[in-house]
């Protein structure tokens, strides 16, 4: 088992990184802003804790935190300029927005390194610590799927006429969710960055955009559990196709084609679906369900799938 | 200075080429398509194959290419985005899905040819057609830039007119306008989006031949790259306007051009990033577009 | 058991050996003549001996866009693996390598490095060509110590530390072969065009050719960059023609030298053509006759001279019915040098064989890139002027004959 984890710690911790900027785009989409600022973010945050590392030699908590206070405020102030823009349009405004940032970061000179990018980034940051702050921040997530935060942000989604007829600033809430999605993604970044210790202009392009969207369409776009399920495929599924060979990105893209056009609602409305349909049965055939909860990330399935349900079952029905 | 503007109006006749499909399928019904640089790419791909074994001329060649690009986005269409329309429960679910599908479809047709050709660039040496250049003076001119230049600008012209005078385009723009009414109206919505993308992948396929023609090889990747200077142009133009697709290639090429010329070019690579992120900023209906064509 | 055997051949090999360092390492020839000589100085105690196999992982792209990369040093790596077999450098021990496939991800490149220092099973590893992959893995096997030997990879931050290896020269650190050569053409001015999204681009275009200007008189009259997947160079090859230098020195990615070519050729251009090692392995196939007379500074091409170099070469076509590319030759080299260090360790151990490798990489060794020096853990080779004769390349005298 020990064995098994030190051999597999980078797709642990690329699991959980994944998450997170999985999330930068996930929370915006939920409130049905379509972003795509959270890559951007991952790449202001991988370079500022790259340069802060390297010439502060800052402890990994201020390198990371400055990141996200700067995504922040960048986020913010993205929101403020594209708050004309929505559907596709956004979605490409802010992709053009996050690849400059990569042009950005190959015209810096000495301070992002230019082309080559930055290496030597050593820091003190483990295993442990993404895994909590990812914890943490799922908690938080989840809390905010829940309760009248939740049901305001699904009612801007749903109807935003309608939300603001009910009293809810819905420029407001777009704003925070571009905050949030600005932090969530340097977050991912600076910690990717301090564990690889390196960082260029060509880990923060446009493939990231494409990692982050097939990861949350799969998983299931409406809570944070769909882009958990969806982090944990796209991780692993590289590996586990090592057996296909020199065809491996042509399956790649045939699942990913697959997913997209034929479960609509990710593998997590796919479970969903299941439990709902085994509830109802659950009567007749008890202890049947288990092994459909097999969420990677699954505390108590019960629960959980209960929990989600709330929020995007009734929402679409 | 003269050699500067015509340099200009090629590349923006590469991206217009390259942009034309995607924003006939875009502008009319809805459809981003995400693989339409695979299929470009694909589409001149095989037309080297058969160029490999037999030496054909351009025209045949660029019949092939329109041929399996309009075959391939016939099958996108029917396979992938016709599904997810069906299915979708609004419409913003449907454009997200057809987003990420055409994403994945397009790694597909890539795939295959990086696994042919191991990358290395392809071209049409084994065709009959042969590059000259003719220097007037004041400008140098190639016979295959020419054919680029008038392919381009008269398939755009060609596209513009269908879409004014001919009834599928006249039913296409109601479409694009207002999707329902234009279902009471007696159109069929089905055959007419089977229609539009075949039409949008036999532009690709020409693009795509002319490109190979044009740059004398390309590669594999060669139709990524092209993708978001296309949607550059689309955003700038406006969608839903074949005379604003034009404008914009030509003034995206004008931009770049030009900083290549005053600068060392290194900032190049910015200049479709920053059309696409401004002109959404300040006027997000593009330069002719107009109000009601515009879809989120 | 065998070790016996082996340790008697062995001291008869470093008698040999130490003969033939007196000669002098440049006699050295075939790799099986070279190995002994340098794999001697007596050191062969102290390890514990070879296991009957030892097992080395090879992490590199073999799908996705480096995959042509990836392949061919596959094909070189294979070969290598049995020629070091057959050779008996290694008595009965074989060398047994075990391919990942890390397509385009820096991440998957750097799962599989981890695996492979967890798994005592993996004695070296033979790293990737992406330099983005390779900067991921260092910090990782230096802090662990498992000895790593990249072939590509130029950036800088892959040679890190004393377990990171490198068997292919960095492009900068042969460039002034084409110093020579352009100055026999009696070139005076140049222009030079460069990718600036390519670490090793950009350095040959902003360092490398204006240090080789000033070295052999001419002066560079205009730099331009363009993108990492510009596709159209009309307007920068225009600007050239216009400039009309004496030499253009185009350093861009190879499949974007057919273009970059035949664009300049039909804007008008004629003087002289220099590019970087980027442009072989086939990618001038499509310009043909377009980029006849383009030259460029190699560190390996399948007809250059030297018996370690034409050795590989015979070997390589007799196994695969084509000619070598630089990265098949690079890959070969790769795996000798670890079956050098092996020998001259005499064990598996990592550390042993990261000494091992240290004391080969001192005394330099010949291999498929002709003789191979190393500054640090750094490989160095003189590198090889190759010309496109319209179908193929070949070797140049650097005067240009």
């Known amino acids: 088992m020990n064995q098994w984890y030190l051999s597999h710690e980078i797709l642990i911790q690329g699991t959980f990184i994944s998450l997170l900027l999985a999330l930068s785009i996930q929370v915006p989409l939920r409130a049905g802003v379509f972003s795509f600022a959270g890559i951007g973010s991952y790449a202001i945050g991988a370079y ?20 996200v206070l700067i995504a922040a405020a960048a986020g913010y102030l993205l929101a403020l300029l594209v708050a004309r823009l929505s559907g596709l349009y956004l979605g490409m405004a802010t992709i053009a927005f996050s690849l400059f940032l990569g042009v950005l970061a190959t015209n810096g000179g000495d301070l992002t390194g230019g082309a080559t990018g930055l290496f030597g980034a050593l820091s003190t940051l483990t295993t442990a610590h993404v895994i909590t702050i990812t914890v943490l921040v799922l908690v938080a997530l989840a809390a905010s799927e829940r309760g009248s935060f939740g049901r305001r942000v699904d009612a801007v989604r749903e109807d935003p006429q309608l939300a603001v007829s009910m009293g809810i600033d819905v420029n407001r809430v777009r704003r925070r969710v571009f905050v949030i999605s600005g932090a969530l993604g340097a977050c991912a970044g600076g910690m990717n960055t301090l564990l690889r210790t390196t960082v260029s202009p060509e880990t923060v392009g446009f493939h990231l955009v494409v990692t982050a969207l ?10 944070w559990a769909g882009a958990a399920i969806g982090a944990v495929i796209f991780t692993w599924l590289p590996s586990v196709l090592q057996f296909v060979g020199e065809w491996q990105l042509l399956v790649y893209g045939i699942v990913v084609a697959i997913a997209a056009v034929y479960v609509p609602n990710g593998l997590l409305g796919l479970l969903q ?14 202890a049947g369900g288990a092994s459909v909860a097999a969420a990677p990330v699954a505390e108590d399935p019960e629960e959980k799938l209960a929990a989600l349900g709330g929020p995007t079952a009734e929402a679409r029905s | 200075m003269a050699q500067d503007v015509l340099n200009a109006l090629t590349l923006g006749s590469l991206y217009l080429l390259f942009a034309l499909g995607m924003s006939l399928a875009w502008g009319t019904i809805g459809i981003l398509n995400f693989a339409h640089g695979s299929i470009l790419m694909f589409s001149a791909f095989s037309a080297y194959l058969v160029v490999r074994e037999v030496a054909l001329s351009m025209p045949v060649l660029l019949l092939i290419g329109a041929a399996v690009g309009a075959v391939l986005s016939l099958l996108v269409q029917v396979l992938a985005f016709e599904p997810i329309q ?6 913003r679910q449907a454009e997200l899905q057809i987003l990420v599908g055409g994403i994945g479809i397009a790694i597909i047709p890539l795939a295959i040819a990086q696994h042919i050709t191991s990358s290395v660039p392809f071209g049409y040496s084994g065709g009959t057609f042969r590059v000259d250049t003719y220097d007037l003076g004041f400008v140098r001119i190639s016979n295959v830039q020419i054919v680029t230049l008038v392919a381009a600008f008269g398939l755009a012209a060609a596209i513009g007119w269908w879409l004014k005078a001919a009834r599928p385009g006249l039913a296409l723009r109601g479409i694009g306008v207002d999707p329902e009414v234009s279902s009471l109206m007696g159109v069929d919505r089905r055959r007419l989006a089977l229609l539009t993308m075949a039409v949008a992948g036999a532009l690709a396929g020409l693009a795509g031949v002319l490109l190979t023609y044009y740059l004398g090889s390309i590669a594999p990747e060669t139709g990524d790259a092209f993708l978001l200077k296309a949607f550059a142009a689309i955003i700038l133009g406006g969608v839903g306007s074949i005379a604003g697709v034009v404008l914009g290639a030509v003034i995206l090429a004008g931009i770049e051009t030009f900083v290549l010329v005053t600068t060392s070019g290194t900032w190049a ?3 479709a990033f920053g059309v696409i992120f401004l002109m959404l900023l300040v006027r997000p209906n593009g330069l002719l577009g107009r109000q009601e064509v515009r879809r989120t | 058991m065998n070790s016996g055997s082996r340790i008697g051949r062995r001291k ?7 003969l033939l360092l007196a000669v002098g390492l440049a006699a050295c020839s075939s790799p099986s003549d070279s190995s002994s000589g340098s794999g001697s100085g007596g050191s062969g105690g102290g390890g514990e001996g070879l296991p009957d196999t030892v097992t080395l992982m090879a992490i590199n792209g073999l799908t996705g866009p480096v995959a042509f990369a990836g392949t061919n040093a596959q094909k070189g790596y294979d070969l290598a693996v049995e020629q070091v077999e057959a050779d008996g450098l290694l008595g009965d021990t074989t060398i047994e390598i075990e391919y990942k496939d890390s397509a385009a991800s820096a991440q998957e490149a750097a799962s599989f490095a981890s695996q492979a220092i967890t798994d005592q099973k993996y004695t070296a590893i033979l790293g990737p060509s992406a330099s983005a992959q390779s900067t991921a893995i260092s910090p990782l096997v230096d802090q662990a110590g498992i000895p790593t030997v990249y072939v590509q990879s130029g950036s800088e931050g892959v040679v890190t530390g004393d377990y990171t290896f490198r068997l292919t020269p960095p492009a900068a650190s042969y460039f002034d072969i084409a110093g020579d050569y352009v100055e026999a053409q009696g070139v005076k001015t140049a222009s030079v065009l460069f990718n600036s999204g390519n670490p090793t681009l950009v350095q040959l275009g902003q360092d490398s050719v204006p240090a080789l200007a000033e070295d052999h008189g001419f002066e560079v009259v205009s730099t331009a960059g363009v993108e990492a997947t510009q596709q159209d160079f009309t307007t920068p090859t225009s600007q050239i023609a216009g400039d009309d230098p004496d030499a253009a020195f185009l350093m861009v990615q190879g499949p974007q030298y057919p273009v970059a070519i035949t664009q300049l050729r039909q804007a008008g251009y004629d003087g002289v053509l220099v590019g970087m090692s980027a442009a072989g392995a086939g990618n001038l196939s499509s310009a043909g006759e377009d980029a006849a007379g383009f030259v460029w500074p190699t560190n390996f091409t399948a007809d250059q001279e030297g018996e370690s170099s034409q050795a590989f070469v015979d070997a390589y076509r007799e196994k695969y019915g084509e000619d070598p590319n630089n990265y ?21 151990d990592r550390t042993a064989l990261q000494e091992g490798l240290a004391a080969v990489a001192a005394d330099g060794f010949s291999g498929a890139q002709g003789d191979i020096t190393f500054d640090g853990n750094d490989a160095r080779v003189p590198g090889v002027l190759v010309q496109w004769d319209g179908s193929r390349e070949v070797p140049l005298s650097t005067d240009g004959s």
């Not at chain 1, 790259?50 to 990371?64: D, K, S």
């Not at chain 1, 679906?273 to 008890?286: A, K, Q, S, T, V």
């Not at chain 3, 098949?328 to 598996?348: M, T």
């Open chain 2, 86 to 91: 069906r299915r979708a429960k609004d419409h």
């Open chain 1, 273 to 286: 679906e299941g439990w709902r349909r085994l509830r109802r049965r659950g009567r007749r055939l008890p």
């Open chain 1, 48 to 67: 500022t804790a790259a340069i802060l590392t390297i010439r502060e030699q800052v402890a990994p908590v201020v390198a990371i935190g400055a990141g």
């Open chain 1, 214 to 223: 097939t990861m949350i369409i799969v998983g299931g776009a409406l809570s």
């Open chain 2, 269 to 271: 690579p910015a200049i």
């Open chain 3, 328 to 348: 098949a030759a690079e890959a070969y080299d790769a795996v000798w040098f670890i079956a050098r260090g092996l020998a001259e360790a005499d064990s598996a």
């Open chain 3, 12 to 18: 008869a090999l470093g008698s040999a050996g130490a």
